[in-house]
């Protein structure tokens, strides 16, 4: 555990992966390194470690080891910079998907419903998109699309309506107008909850993280070796969906075409059922509390 990010399900997502001493893995969710500190001790002197991360705060967690590179980069660009650093194949790829404790944390960074805080809501500082642009750049049905498929919102249509009549008054810059903004569908007893799901759906499209998540998973098939695992944690049903099917299906939607005889063949094959965080888990890290990891292999060809 470090100041930065508590890892979520530790010990079942690199047992997942299982690992072999001169292995070559890649944590596409560097952040705070807990994760990738545990597959390291897991690694002999020949074993390497790619990670990834787009938060140049995470750069701050890199780790003094002649086995480990971390790639400043999004990891739905894994397949070109693994080949930049000469690796076509690798034996597992861990995925800790969601927002890291720190992002939370860090009133200024925008990602929480607790602080007054500027729309932002940016994973990469440098991106030009953030939540002060999708709430007040996006056209009523741009934002009733983003509010209803991301967050799951039945109010999404009159949600977006009420915040487009507000800007025209004065653009919605922080937290806390957005909040007053919204202030008629957010009863007490779920401001909570009704504030997540909102903050969720603008985080989703701020950083298109269901693009990303289909496009790195889509290339994950062609990247691991043969028998080599993935091993992923979602937070959300969006996700965890997408997850599921690719690994059932090798698709996002429909059904694989089959042969004369029924049968189907798919790249990965999943490894144990779903694993969720115990309740002493969730009791030291209350962030744990919605995780779902899915482990998968990949099938001989």
Do not use: C, W
């Not at 001493?21 to 790619?50: A, C, M, Q, W």
């Not at 007040?136 to 977006?160: F, T």
């Not at 694989?256 to 049968?263: A, I, L, S, T, V």
Request: proline share 3%; net charge negative.
């Amino acid at each position: 555990m470090t100041a930065y990010h508590n890892p979520v399900l530790l010990k079942e997502t690199v047992d997942g992966l299982n690992i072999k001493p001169d292995g070559v893995y890649v944590d596409v969710t560097f952040g705070g390194g807990g994760h990738s500190r545990e597959i390291l001790s897991r690694l002999g002197e020949n074993g390497k470690l790619f990670a990834f991360d787009q938060d140049p705060d995470a750069l701050e967690n890199t780790i003094d080891d002649s086995r480990f590179t971390l790639i400043h980069e999004n990891f739905r660009f894994i397949k070109r910079f693994l080949r930049f650093y000469g690796v076509k194949e690798v034996d597992g790829i861990l995925g800790d998907f969601g927002v890291s404790s720190h992002q939370f944390d860090v009133a200024e960074r925008g990602f929480s419903t607790r602080f007054e805080a500027d729309l932002d809501m940016r994973m990469n500082q440098n991106s030009k998109l953030s939540a002060y642009h999708v709430v007040n750049d996006y056209d009523e049905e741009q934002l009733r699309s983003v509010l209803a498929q991301y967050g799951e919102l039945r109010a999404a249509p009159a949600m977006a309506r009420l915040i487009v009549e507000a800007r025209e008054q004065a653009l919605v810059k922080t937290s806390e107008q957005l909040k007053t903004v919204l202030a008629k569908f957010l009863p007490p007893r779920h401001e909570n909850k009704v504030l997540a799901q909102i903050y969720q759906a603008i985080r989703i499209e701020v950083n298109q993280e269901i693009e990303v998540l289909k496009e790195f998973l889509a290339q994950t098939p062609e990247i691991l070796t043969e028998k080599g695992r993935l091993s992923v944690i979602s937070y959300h049903s969006l996700e965890d969906r997408l997850v599921k099917r690719f690994i059932r299906n090798g698709l996002f939607e429909g059904e694989p075409e089959r042969d004369m005889f029924g049968n189907f063949s798919v790249p990965l094959k999943k490894v144990g059922g779903l694993v969720v965080p115990s309740k002493e888990e969730i009791k030291l890290n209350n962030r744990a509390r919605s995780a779902k990891l899915r482990i998968a292999e990949k099938v001989s060809e």
